[in-house]
């Protein structure tokens, strides 16, 4: 009962609070409160207090004014250390499903002076479990960068969880705290396979006899084998014939015929994975796609009744994840 009422009252404030990329925390958006050993410190104080009262104890009155001023003191020093500090949150990278989403935040200083032990977490709504912290200093007039780690639970688009900023400095007798809920989204990729099979078999084009025309004409090269040429890549290299070549006395480079491999298309279908469940198939297309990238093919999507034309590139991958990610 107890977890369910604070959960709702997390969810009647978090809704007070609007989504923002960048918040600067002003008087109207920190809150205090006394810790617990603040509230054992204020006990302390009013004993020594009636003490000093019941036998006139100068030395008394003056230890437990002097401890109170400090305390006061205190209150103010740590509830500016939060006030006029700016935040904000640099874009969030897409993540694979089971691992950790790290979201980078800014803190801005604009005073004169240093802000120390600020934490930022993930608040965690009607959770036990404690929130893993990152501290960090703010330098005077500059800025300090601080990653919070969060795990999504399933593949897709997340909104960024909101984040909760606090500080006990000087004493640890406050605790001044603040809420900041982010607009962004964070993207979470389909889990690979652990053990995929090998890639599929490409599918013929429509246009092989024509290229197959066009190859027989080059002289001096045939499938699978060409001559290197400036611009390819090392890893087209074939370095056993080099090795070869290089003990018969011969200098020259030779690279795989790209144009034999232009004859098929590479298309990475969901139904050429062979298993039943969604989601298994998803994991076996986004391992797929991370071993064709990585062998440098040009290779298609076909997922959920769309499809992403064969290239290869960094900006293709991120293409096709992103497919599997949302389909």
Known sequence: MTASLRQRIDGWFLARVPPSDRIELTQGN?????????WLLAATLLVLLIASINYQLNLGYLLT?????????????????????????????????????????????????????????????????????????????????????????????HPVPPFTAETRFPLGTFRVWTVWR??????????????????PPGEPRADSQQLAGVRSQQAG??????????GDPLKMVVWKKVARAEAAGSDNLFSRDAQQSQRQE???????????????????LC?????????????????????????????????????????
């Open 266 to 284: 590479l298309w990475l279908d969901a139904q050429h994975c062979g298993l039943p469940e969604h989601e298994a198939r998803l994991s076996r």
């Open 30 to 38: 920190v809150y205090i409160l006394p810790t617990r050993a603040g």
């Open 287 to 327: 391992a797929w796609v991370l071993m064709a990238d990585k062998l440098g093919l040009d290779w298609g999507l076909r997922v959920a009744g769309r499809s992403i034309a064969p290239s290869q590139g960094e900006a293709h991958k991120r293409q096709c994840l992103e497919l599997l990610a949302t389909c």
């Open 65 to 157: 004014f002097l401890l109170a001023g400090s305390v006061a003191v205190g209150m103010y020093v740590c509830h500016a250390t939060l006030r006029g500090l700016a935040m904000h949150l640099l874009p969030p990278e897409p993540q694979f499903a089971g691992a950790a989403a790290v979201l980078r935040v800014v803190l801005d200083n604009p005073r004169r002076s240093t802000r120390y032990g600020i934490g930022m977490a993930v608040r965690e709504s009607g959770k036990s479990a404690a929130p893993k912290w990152a501290w960090c200093d703010v330098p005077a007039q500059g800025s300090a960068t601080v990653d919070i780690a969060f795990k999504p639970g399933h593949r897709g688009l």
């Open 182 to 199: 982010p607009a962004a989204k964070v993207l979470v990729y389909p889990a690979p396979e652990a053990h995929p099979p090998a890639l």
């Open 221 to 230: 090269e045939y499938d699978g084998i060409r001559a290197y040429r400036r």
